[in-house]
């Protein structure tokens, strides 16, 4: 199978300068690869830089550091206006309400990027690219001449989803796309995302908290703790076999029905370490269960860990604890 890389992060840094103490690392060297026509499934706890390495790689945040390349190229080392990549590369945000302009009418947004971009030549034409849209994404036209507040929250998120594809894009950043809506609104966008990727063949980064989510939408999954990336693997492979504790963790807390009275769940201990000025050393160790001394001295690399498995752990295919808990969480 011929596998072409669409985007690629590599060494991705942000730092946000906080007076009078120091910098905030929200995002610390961040390096991972989208395929085209995949999804890579970012997951994490609040706080821990998932949604700005999204901002990061749409350019509403200015990296500190690091490499951008789509299809090869670096985005961040071109200089002037970057709406040749911009218009390939789209987001959805979280909020389908704070990310839509109450002032204009679904039409209004909807036919923003045309006109910035200047990619019709009339109103007819225009008109014309708006329908298909709608037919594309299921949006009722008669739903254009209304206004945000007079939708509802799944159907806002359309309307948001709409927006980002109206370019045509190749790669999509969903920032948490579901995270603010009811369950049964949430499976109703997942399906629309997955077909739409299979219809117009895109590549989507997909943030959020959520593993179950992540599990049903994402090729591979990649997983985030205090602006690093700690492991990532197919997804498959995260859920056999998760080789970070703090994936472990994560993965003993989803609730399951009739869940086995064996079961074990992992309480993580402590508080997160602060971002400002991280010390050296694994920054899991404090509320590491697996933690040794060398964690508090020496940060692990992220390292390959079998077939295309990395993970930034000491001891993460030596514990015998770790196989014992693995095989209770399955």
Same mark, same amino acid.
């Given at each position: 199978?011929? =596998?072409?890389? %669409? ?15 120091? +910098? @905030?690392?929200a ?21 821990c ?17 690091g490499?951008?390349l ?9 200089s ?5 990549y911009y218009?390939?590369?789209?987001? =959805? ?7 839509l ?15 910035? +971009?200047?990619?019709?030549r ?5 008109? &014309? ?8 994404t299921? %949006?009722?036209?008669?739903? @254009?001449? +209304? ?16 927006? &980002?594809l ?11 796309p579901?995270s603010? @809506?009811?369950?049964? =609104? ?7 995302l ?22 049903h ?8 703790? %205090? ?14 076999n ?8 994560l ?11 064996d079961a074990f ?6 508080? =997160?370490?602060?971002?400002?000025n ?12 697996m ?10 690399p992220l390292?390959?860990?079998g ?24």
């Amino acid at each position: 199978m011929n =596998v072409h890389t %669409l985007v690629e992060a590599r060494n991705l840094k942000k730092y946000f300068v906080i007076p009078r103490k120091g +910098h @905030l690392h929200a995002v610390d060297d961040v390096s991972f690869s989208v395929n085209k026509g995949e999804t890579l499934g970012l997951v994490g706890e609040s706080g821990c830089g998932k949604s700005t390495v999204g901002n990061v790689i749409m350019g509403l945040h200015k990296a500190t550091g690091g490499q951008l390349l789509f299809n090869g190229e670096d985005v961040f080392a071109k200089s002037g206006k970057k709406n040749d990549y911009y218009k390939k590369m789209q987001i =959805v945000f979280q909020d389908p309400y704070s990310s839509l302009n109450p002032k204009q009418t679904v039409k209004d947004i909807l036919s923003a990027p045309f006109i910035i +971009h200047k990619t019709f030549r009339n109103a007819i034409e225009l008109n &014309a690219k708006l329908n298909d849209l709608c037919e594309m994404t299921g %949006l009722s036209t008669d739903l @254009l001449s +209304h206004y945000p507040h007079e939708l509802d929250g799944g159907m806002r998120q359309v309307v948001g989803i709409t927006r &980002a594809l109206s370019l045509e894009p190749e790669f999509v950043v969903c920032d948490e796309p579901v995270s603010s @809506l009811d369950v049964s =609104v949430q499976a109703k966008i997942i399906n629309l995302l997955m077909d739409l990727q299979k219809m117009m063949n895109l590549s989507y980064l997909f943030i959020s908290h959520d593993l179950s989510v992540v599990r049903h939408i994402s090729n591979r999954i990649a997983v985030m703790y %205090l602006g690093q990336i700690v492991e990532e693997a197919e997804t498959d492979e995260i859920f056999a076999n998760p080789m970070h504790p703090y994936t472990i963790a994560l993965l003993s807390a989803i609730p399951r029905v009739n869940a086995d009275k064996d079961a074990f769940r992992i309480v993580l201990r402590g508080d =997160v370490p602060s971002p400002m000025n991280p010390k050296p050393g694994c920054r899991f160790a404090p509320r590491c269960w697996m933690e040794e001394d060398v964690c508090a001295s020496q940060d692990p690399p992220l390292a390959v860990s079998g077939d295309g498995h990395r993970v930034r752990c000491h001891f993460s295919s030596e514990s015998a604890e770790r196989s014992k808990i693995v095989n209770t969480i399955r």
